[in-house]
């Protein structure tokens, strides 16, 4: 009796997950005690899952000690069998678990053992769904091409003439005659419906930059030759716009005593007005752009030098000449006049500085994060620019954003050489030396929430590759969405 008395306060500790110690025993870890019973109506303070853990060590231990009790005393064995009982029927609300000593020993079962081993450590089961996504939903939603015409689609004109690459190309504000300036030595004047070359003038040097004025009462072409700007009045259009423009500038009075200026201004001769020239500006330096303000008394001409006298401005009316800044800040590629404020914008090889004319101060810093920048061209609105560079990037800057770009196009496969803006429509044009022009439509909003939509909708082709050289200038006619393109094929071609 003794004997069964202690069977059964062994399985009953066994069953409460407590051992019998001596006095001198520790008790054991966690990891190695028994599962605990969930006795009769007793809360064991398990969660559910830990509860199908230890139900499955239960089960196979309850066994084991029952048989060894049953062939001691059947009073032993019936209590077993209506203890199991009570603990079956409390345990029909859940899923029965099965033990682990009879999980397969396969990738699944390995699975179940790790899982249930998390359990052990309370690390819960996490399901992790899926994201099936669509690629379509990744690309952007852009408008289709054929909602945003007009835009040039084919080639319309080609004008012929030039014996070498042509660098340079401007359109009369009225969008009735083109000039264009080459490596021959010439400056052709052509008239864009027809493609006639209407005069040729002979300029004795490479051509590096034309800019027609953009004011519709003044009939000048500035055209810069080596060290030189030359100053000519085709005699096209309206002759009082002709007369006009020579009355103005033979009203000039020279000053009694001249002040000291960085550039010479001198008369043309008799012979050289019969070609056209009227004005000749004489910098001492090579020329390599020369652009005009919008009202066209100022221009703007960048010297192939070092030095704080790389750019210059020079004021028709009065024929002065001034060098705005003091110091350098590295080579500088172009300039533009901001269209509405006055502001001038300065473009080195690394970054674009936007000046006050007023304030004589710096009002920002643009940076590109491109390697070289080619050239430059504002939106007619002003908030907008967008940059070229030689490692074949287009950069958009939104001026009232941020100074660091607001998006960066590399749809050209080579350098660019040229970017333009429609002054009317949402279009903007990029030449490359891959012989290709791109057409985007860049529509920006009066809204100030509203971000800029740029959209390419054309690739525009008809040049050859001459010494590795493509299009080297674009512009567009000043109402009609056309573009003008010059190439080192010695061709002007208009894309209509």
Request: charged share 20%.
């Amino acid at each position: 009796m003794d004997g069964a008395q202690s069977t059964v306060c062994a399985t009953a500790g066994a069953r409460s997950g407590k051992r019998l110690l001596g006095p001198e025993q520790e008790e054991p870890s966690l990891l190695w005690a028994p599962a605990p019973s969930l006795g009769d109506g007793s809360d064991s303070g398990l969660s559910d899952s830990e509860e199908s853990v230890f139900s499955g060590l239960e089960d196979s231990g309850s066994d084991s000690s029952e048989d060894s009790t049953e062939g001691q005393d059947g009073a032993g064995s019936d209590e077993g069998h209506s203890r199991t009982e009570k603990t079956t029927g409390q345990q029909a609300g859940r899923t029965p678990s099965t033990s682990l000593r009879t999980e397969a020993t396969s990738t699944q079962g390995n699975h179940e053992r790790f899982e249930r081993c998390l359990d052990l450590y309370l690390c819960p089961r996490q399901r992790k769904m899926r994201v099936n996504v669509d690629p379509e939903d990744l690309i952007p939603k852009l408008p289709r091409p054929r909602d945003l015409q007009p835009f040039p689609t084919c080639q319309a004109l080609v004008y012929r003439g030039h014996s070498d690459l042509v660098r340079c190309l401007s359109v009369s504000p009225g969008g009735q005659w083109l000039a264009s300036g080459s490596d021959d030595g010439s400056v052709r004047l052509w008239e864009v419906a027809t493609a006639r070359c209407m005069r040729t003038v002979s300029v004795g040097g490479v051509v590096k930059s034309v800019s027609w004025n953009p004011h519709p009462t003044i009939c000048l072409v500035a055209v810069a030759v080596e060290d030189t700007v030359l100053l000519l009045n085709p005699a096209l259009g309206d002759r009082l716009v002709v007369g006009s423009t020579d009355q103005m500038l033979g009203t000039f009075i020279p000053p009694e005593e001249p002040a000291l200026q960085p550039a010479r201004w001198l008369e043309a001769s008799e012979e050289e007005r019969q070609q056209g020239l009227r004005l000749r500006i004489c910098h001492g330096k090579p020329v390599a752009q020369v652009t005009w303000h919008g009202r066209g008394d100022y221009m703007a001409v960048v010297l192939a030098t070092q030095g704080h006298t790389q750019v210059l401005i020079h004021q028709l009316s009065r024929r002065r000449s001034q060098s705005p800044f003091r110091r350098s800040h590295g080579q500088v590629q172009c300039v533009a006049f901001h269209p509405v404020r006055p502001f001038l914008l300065v473009a080195s090889q690394r970054s674009v500085r936007l000046y006050h004319l007023l304030r004589q101060e710096l009002t920002k810093k643009l940076m590109p994060n491109c390697k070289w920048v080619s050239s430059l061209a504002v939106h007619p609105a002003g908030d907008n620019l967008i940059c070229g560079s030689y490692d074949s990037k287009l950069v958009w800057f939104d001026l009232d954003l941020s100074t660091k770009p607001y998006r960066v196009l590399r749809h050209h496969k080579k350098a660019l050489r040229a970017v333009a803006f429609h002054p009317r429509y949402p279009l903007f044009a990029s030449g490359s030396d891959d012989g290709s022009v791109i057409v985007c439509h860049g529509m920006v909003y009066n809204d100030l929430l509203q971000n800029p939509l740029l959209v390419p909708v054309k690739v525009l082709r008809g040049h050859t590759l001459t010494r590795d050289l493509g299009v080297l200038d674009v512009a567009f006619h000043p109402t009609q969405p056309w573009v003008f393109s010059s190439g080192a094929d010695g061709t002007i071609r208009l894309f209509t």
